[in-house]
């Protein structure tokens, strides 16, 4: 339960790293932050990070993450699901119903504390004008990333228009 007393989300912390960062990188920081916890480990993601390329000597983005956080973790605790990148308006509009429904409901909390990028970005990412809802990632490129990632675990739980509990059982 939210402070709010509702069922939700709570966002508790972030992994920011303002230079040289890289999926290596942010996974260690990661797996350094969080060496502690001991529940399940879900990776929500953009769907091109398993892609392979000629310049990616060590795998895909996914190969890793999963290689990084399997060995702080085990492989047992880690479940991944990324089964495809949502449209930039509905993964917008997901996040923003969880920020305020429109009956006023608050699902997701972020702690400006631990969090204080997430809150900049969320804040500070804009729609561009005379689009059908597309992302200015121009204006302030040191934006969206992160609310980008937040997007895609809020999208595949909670999908606008979708059964939440349609949802939750397909995580392989």
């Given amino acids: 339960k939210l402070p709010n007393g509702l069922d939700g989300d709570g966002v508790i912390g972030e992994v920011y790293i303002p230079r ?3 999926t290596e990188v942010v996974a260690r920081q990661l797996a350094r932050d969080w060496k502690d916890h001991q529940g399940r480990i879900h990776l929500y993601g953009d769907f091109s990070g398993g892609a392979r390329g000629a310049a990616k000597t060590l795998g895909s983005d996914w190969d890793i993450i999963l290689q990084v956080l399997r060995s702080v973790f085990g492989a047992d605790r880690i479940y991944i699901d990324v089964p495809f990148n949502p449209p930039v308006r509905r993964r917008v509009n ?3 119903a969880r920020l305020k429904a429109v009956n006023g409901d608050v ?6 504390v631990h969090a204080p990028h997430v809150v900049k970005d969320l804040e500070g990412v ?16 040191q934006l969206t990333h ?6 895609y675990y809020i999208h595949r739980l909670y999908p606008p228009g979708a059964d939440r509990e349609a949802k939750i059982g ?3």
């Fill in 146 to 151: 992160i609310s980008d990632a937040l997007g």
């Fill in 126 to 141: 804009t729609i561009l004008e005379g689009t059908s809802g597309e992302i200015d990632k121009k204006s302030a490129p």
């Fill in 170 to 172: 397909s995580l392989y």
């Fill in 20 to 22: 040289n960062s890289n």
């Fill in 94 to 96: 997901a996040v923003n």
């Fill in 107 to 112: 699902r997701l909390m972020v702690d400006p």
